[in-house]
């Protein structure tokens, strides 16, 4: 299914609906899995378990952890990729055009900037459940987590 489909036919917060097998690894205030409308292959996301829409709304803690949860990622994908880009989201999508209403960080491997939107990002793949996991379980393997 392309991702555009999905997001007109989903009304509920896809970050806050994960079950455990979608998590590579968690810690009290966060969450790091696999992009499921990834941008390229390996392409992770950290998102906080409390649903808010701006980082401000977030604790130190929470901050802390999502942080914690940032360097691991990176550091896994440093072993395979030389470059990793940073993506930070938040706000309301109807104000800002962006898919999901919950602060989240990208993790994206050799993405060039600006590549994002040359992507046609509504031309992305989501994942079906199967699939997904199917990654998950291939990535934690290939990283050695």
């Known amino acids: 299914m ?5 997001l007109k036919k989903n009304h509920k917060c896809p970050f806050c ?3 455990k097998k979608e998590l590579i690894r968690q810690n009290n ?13 390996d392409h992770l996301l950290i998102v906080p378990k409390k649903h808010v829409l701006k980082l401000n709304k977030l604790s130190k803690k929470q901050k802390e952890a999502l942080e914690s949860l940032i360097y691991y990622g990176l550091k896994k994908l440093h072993k395979k ?4 880009t940073i993506l930070y989201r938040e706000g309301n999508k109807k104000e800002v055009g962006k898919s999901v209403n919950h602060v989240h960080y990208h993790l994206i491997p ?12 509504n031309q992305r793949k989501f994942l079906s459940e199967e699939e997904y996991i199917k990654k998950i379980s291939e990535f934690k393997k290939k990283l050695g987590m």
């Open 2 to 6: 392309l991702y555009n489909k999905y």
């Open 17 to 19: 609906h994960l079950i």
């Open 29 to 41: 205030y966060g969450i790091l899995t696999l992009a499921r409308a990834p941008y390229t292959k």
């Open 81 to 84: 990729y030389k470059n990793v």
């Open 110 to 121: 050799n993405l060039q900037i600006g590549a994002i939107d040359q992507n046609k990002a």
